[in-house]
């Protein structure tokens, strides 16, 4: 059986606009940075490289490099999940949105490494400029998340909205098959089931209590990003096998069918 890495390690590199002196985070103090962890390790060989922003200028040239890297992947799909401020707070919204995308970063000797951004923020006048229309194109990318109702309540609540027809709830399309028992499967079920099943103890890395009312402060720590980086990087990467499972399952059926299919579709 396949073991669990013992621990995640990783390098990161934090920018922010304060000052040195104060790198020790006040309780309460919200400022402006970017954090970036690379190799952080999934299951096996997997990493991920991370970078976790809260500064809109940076933002943007992210969103950028995710239109870049998903002209050459078909289809094209894109994880969308969000982290809620508090809900003792005046008016609960989005305080942690991540997109991901899995690319080759073409480094030696290496894994596939894949992209996770995040954007953090509390105000909705903060707001990349781009990321408006990024999240509202409908025919370049799919959209994918997991449970996504409330996740879209909270973008709406931000000025954010994602075209139905490009949003996949992947817990409305897909169950685990023979031993779900359930109504609905949650994350780790499903990426546990189609990944590897170092992903069924997913949501057991951190205090849920504790933790998830940690998500609107500026910075987050980095066990925060890094677990919002394997839920991220689960959904992406299980819609992903499930597509390409149906689709090629599809394709064996129509070829079945019709003996002239080869001549039109395959080329």
Known sequence: MAQEPSAKRH??????QS??????????????????????????????EIVCTSEPDKADKMIG??????LGLYPRFIDVDVEF???????????????????????????SHKMVFYYTKRKINLKPKHLKNFLKEHKLYTFVGFSIEDDKQMMKRSGLEIDPKSFIDIQLNWRVPYI???????????????????????????DKEKDLKLWGISPLPDYLI???ATDAYATYKSWKIIDNITVGAEISKAREAGPYYHCHYAG
């Open 11 to 16: 390098q990161g590199e934090t920018s922010d």
């Open 19 to 48: 000052s040195n002196l104060n790198d020790v985070h006040v309780p309460g103090e919200k400022r402006e940075y970017t954090r970036t962890l690379t190799r952080v390790e999934l299951h096996g060989k997997e990493t991920l």
């Open 65 to 70: 490099r995710f239109k870049m890297k998903s």
């Open 85 to 111: 401020t508090r809900r003792d707070e005046p008016l609960q919204m989005t305080a942690v949105m991540q997109l991901c995308i899995g690319t080759m970063l073409g480094v030696p000797h290496r894994s």
């Open 180 to 206: 779900s028992e359930k109504d609905y499967d949650s994350l780790a079920d499903v990426a546990a089931s189609v990944i590897h099943p170092f992903y069924k103890g997913m949501k057991n890395k951190i």
């Open 226 to 228: 890094e677990y919002a």
